[in-house]
């Protein structure tokens, strides 16, 4: 059974950063995409960050250069490290496994196959 479980969220200040963790059971992240999407309220789920199989990494044009996607192989955790948070940036969070493992899809929702529960995090201005 697979499991993604997500941690790190908070509430923060703006120019404030946050690390969310997205832990992997019953699939190894290596050998898969995992891709980070947030959904803030009335509005749908978006696309931030992914790291494919062979750690090419990708990014919504809204996080470059502030957001950063790793992967700790021996932990088979996924982080995301948010800098410069804004309060834009406030939304729950969630981590997504794609069994393809591909880098050209890592931006579409409907190609993940596992969903952790989400993390919330709040920007305050």
């Known amino acids: 059974q697979v499991q993604l479980v997500e941690s790190g969220g908070g509430l923060v200040q703006a120019g404030g950063s946050l690390r969310l963790s997205c832990a992997a059971s019953?699939?190894?992240?290596?050998?898969?995409?995992i891709g980070w999407f947030r959904q803030a309220p009335g509005k749908e789920r978006e696309f931030v960050a992914a790291?494919?199989?062979?750690?090419?990494?990708y990014y919504a044009d809204s996080v470059k250069g502030r957001f950063t996607i790793s992967r700790d192989n021996t932990k088979n955790t996924v982080y995301l490290q948010m800098n410069s948070l804004k309060p834009e940036d406030t939304a729950v969070y969630y981590c997504?496994?794609?069994?393809?493992?591909?880098?050209?899809?890592?931006?579409?929702?409907?190609?993940?196959?596992?969903w952790g529960q989400g993390t919330q995090v709040t920007i305050s201005s």
């Open positions: 019953g699939r190894t992240v290596s050998s898969n995409t």
């Open positions: 997504a496994l794609d069994q393809s493992g591909l880098g050209i899809t890592a931006q579409r929702r409907y190609e993940y196959d596992y």
């Open positions: 790291i494919s199989r062979v750690a090419g990494t």
